[in-house]
């Protein structure tokens, strides 16, 4: 039973280009969670999906972030035109429905932006 | 949301018990109480949770106040695996799930 998988584990960009984060849910679940971990901070929620759903994207800055959970395929956090402060950790959850009480956790993605 | 309020560290000796403090003065009455850990360069993971009654599962135990303004996670053996920072936290079941990650307890376990 393969848990919540992220891709690329580490993933450098310069400054200005997109990066693309994957998340695949563990089977079965189909509500997935993003959150941010900034060097030496807590992580901080981004935004909350169901397949082809946004429900809660309050967390995600206004700007250059995005996110999708298509019918088919991972999730994916994309990030336009990166800076330097988007270096961080980024975690997907998933959970099999919106009123269970644990989240599962994938490895993450380390962002660095150069 | 209610807030809690954890020590930013903790000490333990290995295989000796572990009791880690949150305080949730502001929680409601439907507010569960979650712990969360997370080891170095690893994602979060679930511990346990709870509501009103002390809980056990095979990785700790909930100890829940009568009035609920605090609760304590006992690890029951430390080991040098349970390194880790542990978070106490009461998710936003209105607002779909979302956790609410505060500073937590850096736990270190000396051997």
């Known amino acids: 039973n393969a848990g919540v998988m992220q891709n690329p584990r580490h993933l450098v960009r310069r400054r200005g280009q997109e990066a693309r984060l994957r998340c695949s849910p563990m089977?079965?679940?189909?509500?997935v969670y993003w959150y941010r971990q900034l060097p030496e901070e807590g992580l901080k929620f981004m935004v909350y999906?169901?397949?082809?759903?946004?429900?809660?994207e309050s967390g995600m800055p206004k700007e250059r972030f995005s996110a999708e959970f298509p019918k088919e395929g991972p999730s994916i956090l994309r990030i336009q035109q990166v800076v330097r402060g988007d270096s961080a950790a980024y975690f997907c959850?998933?959970?099999?429905?919106?009123?269970?009480?644990?989240?599962?956790f994938g490895p993450g993605t380390r962002l660095t932006v150069t | 949301d209610a807030k809690t309020t954890q020590p930013n560290s903790m000490e333990s000796n290995e295989e000796e018990p572990v009791h880690l403090p949150c305080n949730h003065s502001?929680?409601?009455?439907?507010?569960?109480i979650h712990w969360y850990r997370q080891l170095p360069s690893q994602g979060p993971e679930y511990v346990i949770h709870?509501?009103?009654s002390n809980v056990n599962n095979r990785m700790a135990s909930l100890a829940i106040a009568e009035d609920r303004k605090s609760s304590t996670l006992i690890l029951h053996r430390a080991t040098l695996r349970d390194a880790a920072v542990y978070y106490c936290?009461?998710?936003?079941?209105?607002?779909?799930?979302?956790?609410?990650f505060g500073g937590g307890t850096r736990l270190m376990v000396k051997p």
């Open positions: 959850a998933s959970s099999p429905d919106r009123d269970v009480y644990e989240q599962y």
């Open positions: 089977k079965g679940h189909s509500h």
């Open positions: 999906l169901q397949k082809e759903n946004i429900i809660d």
């Open positions: 502001t929680i409601s009455g439907t507010d569960y």
């Open positions: 709870g509501l009103t």
């Open positions: 936290i009461l998710p936003l079941y209105n607002a779909g799930n979302m956790l609410t």
